[in-house]
């Protein structure tokens, strides 16, 4: 009873955070508000993997940082606390896994690369189902949840789609998102296969998410990207900059949203550096 208790106590904490001050009810308004809330505020990063310290992926731990305005992480962190959260609301939410890819060969190596969740039970006249699929782990993915049936959608200047299959469902991102689609499983991870998941995508030795910082936030107009030392706003008043001084850079993960509270300056200072020579060996190569 102990840690239930808890765990509301930091959903609550990650509500305030959002804006929600109330328990909110557990309805399909709440839900898109928490998602647009989430999306626009707490950023999708890397930033402590960059550092040498990916964070746990334990959805209490996560929730009880991010609840007290520390950094989340990315997918296993967002849609981790995402899960808990809602289900301390009351909503009915059914765990999913998937992986992104760009091509077919890609699509045939299966790996989990990719925490998700639907929620079911919120029947509406454009969704007679009731099932949603909210994600705040796709970094430029979506803006607020979308039904979980086949078809085309529109979120401001992105266009998406949706094809679902009896085991899952498949997202195509708009042709301006950082990746081209990711394949979702309707089944629960265990334990041992998220920790697993997460120690091969933040291994220091060529993980996925440990190769370059980046650092993404969904606005309702405009995805805004930091990769490395390149700042990129797609959707509208579209814009691209390379932040190569240190205090510009840094400027620029504030601005995203990431906080700086408890890291290490010289740490800082050589990821910094590391990310921008690499930037400097990309431009040459263009």
Not at 164 to 182: I, L, P
Not at 192 to 200: C, F, G, K
Not at 238 to 263: F, K, S
Request: glycine share 10%.
């Amino acid at each position: 009873m102990d840690i239930l208790l808890a765990m509301e106590h930091e959903a609550a904490g990650y509500l305030a955070r959002l804006g929600l001050e109330a328990r909110p009810p557990a309805t399909v308004g709440t839900l898109f508000e928490i998602h647009r809330r989430h999306a626009e505020r707490i950023p999708y990063e890397n930033l402590h993997t960059m550092l040498g310290d990916p964070p746990a992926i334990g959805a209490a731990a996560t929730l009880a940082r991010v609840a007290t305005g520390g950094n989340a992480g990315y997918c296993f962190h967002h849609n981790g606390v995402m899960t808990t959260a809602l289900r301390a609301l009351g909503y009915d939410v059914v765990p999913a896994w998937g992986h992104n890819w760009d091509s077919e060969a890609e699509r045939a190596d299966v790996y989990v690369g990719h925490l998700a969740l639907s929620v079911r039970g919120l029947p509406t006249a454009e969704n007679p189902g009731g099932v949603w699929w909210p994600d705040v782990g796709c970094g430029d993915g979506l803006h607020e949840p979308l039904p979980l049936a086949a078809g085309e959608y529109r979120q401001g200047p992105f266009t998406y789609r949706l094809d679902v299959r009896d085991d899952g469902w498949t997202f195509h991102h708009d042709a301006q998102g950082s990746f081209g689609a990711v394949d979702l499983f309707d089944e629960a991870l265990t334990p041992e296969q998220a920790d697993a998941a997460h120690r091969r995508l933040t291994a220091p030795d060529g993980g996925a998410y440990a190769r370059k910082l980046v650092v993404q936030r969904r606005l309702p107009d405009a995805a805004e990207t930091l990769r490395g030392c390149q700042f990129t706003r797609t959707g509208s008043r579209a814009e691209q900059v390379e932040l190569t001084t240190y205090d510009d850079w840094r400027d620029g993960l504030r601005t995203l949203g990431i906080t700086l509270r408890g890291i290490n300056d010289d740490a800082l200072r050589g990821l910094f550096d590391r990310s921008l020579a690499a930037h400097r060996d990309w431009v040459a190569t263009r």
